[in-house]
């Protein structure tokens, strides 16, 4: 049905940020070479994850430039592009296809709430038809947790039935096993990604795409192996060491831990700043968090 | 305690778009000057009911710009400048204070759900550093139905200590007059406007700053005397007025069915044009709604 060569482990890349909390821009191409370096099969820059929704329009269109610009090769970057105005999603989407990137990660438009599917609906309609490029490829941001606005089942499949060739797959961070099965069970050959680590396994199993996660900015090798090897004998062991190694700091906030994880494994406490209103977790919590993670020797330091 | 002259009925203005769902600025800018002959005190363009969140960073800097040039003085406009993104939030922001507005409606970041009074706190620390304007006044935009996040007594409390000159009011949008009340008792001297029309007489009676209320976008006049008159005999009999006015279609969306009442009461069908993702009100039903409200004699054609 749908035409999605996206596949497998597309890291939502977390965003350097120095002590003023811009963005530093080469840690962060850094970064990024090294999660594909170490087997990552794409990139979503400007995920939640990336504190996307914290940059800015500029900032992030001129972020993603100098990333191509770096020879971050666009044809495997699916970059964040839902923005909470119609004009401004339009805006970045179609800044990401000049730049040649393979496909967008799009979130519904997220501060109103209580919105219908018939006018969700609408606002894809008027971004594909604004951004008018046979080459766009959307994949539909399920994250119903944060954004609040979320895909239903009807919704996916009328955007599907008048854009089969542009709405070519979701990620699905609902974290609810269930929805994603419905999903994979209804639309066949539709790229839906888990946004959950601990569902990988079941949902390449049925068909999946792969995953779009956000711990996988600290152990790419072993997220991207599973959905390499998601076959063979030992991809049970590979999911429950992946879900264990998750769980460990469940209960911190996920992008101040694994910015400090970042600056533990590179020894670089830069690595540790965010943009507010998120806050930096401690070093201290941090070195807990690494005291316990490092029992499941899946981090590598990068070289 | 604070500086606020800001008092009486700011409308969080409508916002006039094409069939194409693209700003119509003539239309709009009518709008304003009507709300203004009629009384408002002032205006919030780009408030919630302004469908602000759906217009993008250029699109708003263009219209505010728009408006000022066409000689709506700036002293009164309170245009709302928070966004998802820190720097998008300074960039309107300055924005605003180089077109001389009085002060600015602010929205905390609303994308990142459970976040800390602590980051929500360093995040308005840093947009008032990063403007770097004595002129600045913010006012806080508290509308937790809609933007999630919001504005605790403490979060409240630190602000102001920290900026007394900057952090001089707010807007209530809970709906929820406990809350209300107990910013208006803590607070004496703080801007606090509410954003329920049913709440304003009591609200003036604690010492409130007045209204900034969707409905007045159809009954300006009205609002605005009960600011102007709250301490006269017939207060209550307009605040029950205004309030069964409200409550008749309390049941629609707001937006869709406030502009399809301008577009009957201007004979002007394009008024009934929103943006998606919301759905314009067929004309049906904004029959039904005319009908029951033209009882309270509150609305007036405009010239």
């Not at 100098?66 to 090769?73: I, M, R, S």
Request: hydrophobic share 40%; net charge negative.
């Amino acid at each position: 049905m749908s035409d999605h060569p996206m596949q497998g482990l597309y890291v939502p890349a977390l965003t350097a940020v120095d002590r003023d909390s811009n963005p530093d821009v080469a840690r962060w191409i850094e970064h990024c070479r090294w999660l594909l370096a170490e087997g990552a099969h794409g990139l979503c820059p400007f995920g939640t994850t990336s504190e996307a929704n914290s940059f800015s329009i500029d900032e992030r269109t001129d972020m993603l430039t100098q990333l191509v610009e770096a020879g971050v090769g666009p044809a495997n970057l699916m970059p964040g592009t839902g923005c909470s105005a119609l004009t401004d999603t339009v805006r970045l989407t179609r800044h990401a296809l000049d730049l040649g990137c393979g496909g967008v990660l799009m979130l519904p438009p997220f501060y109103y709430k209580a919105v219908t599917d018939e006018g969700l609906f609408r606002s894809f309609a008027e971004v594909i038809e604004r951004v008018g490029d046979d080459r766009l490829r959307i994949y539909l941001y399920h994250i119903p947790p944060v954004a609040q606005v979320g895909f239903s089942l009807n919704l996916i499949e009328r955007l599907i039935t008048a854009y089969p060739k542009t709405v070519v797959g979701l990620k699905d961070s609902s974290g609810d096993w269930n929805n994603l099965k419905a999903i994979l069970n209804a639309f066949p050959g539709f790229g839906a990604f888990t946004g959950s680590e601990k569902l990988l396994l079941d949902s390449l199993r049925l068909g999946g795409a792969g995953s779009i996660n956000a711990v996988a900015n600290v152990i790419p090798g072993p997220v991207a192996r599973l959905c390499d090897t998601w076959q063979g004998d030992d991809a049970e062991a590979q999911q429950a060491k992946i879900t264990a190694f998750r769980e460990t700091f469940a209960d911190y906030a996920p992008v101040p831990a694994l910015k400090q994880i970042v600056a533990y494994l590179r020894n670089d406490p830069e690595w540790g700043h965010v943009r507010p209103p998120f806050l930096p977790l401690g070093e201290a919590e941090a070195a807990k968090i690494v005291a316990k993670i490092e029992q499941y020797g899946l981090m590598k330091t990068p070289a």
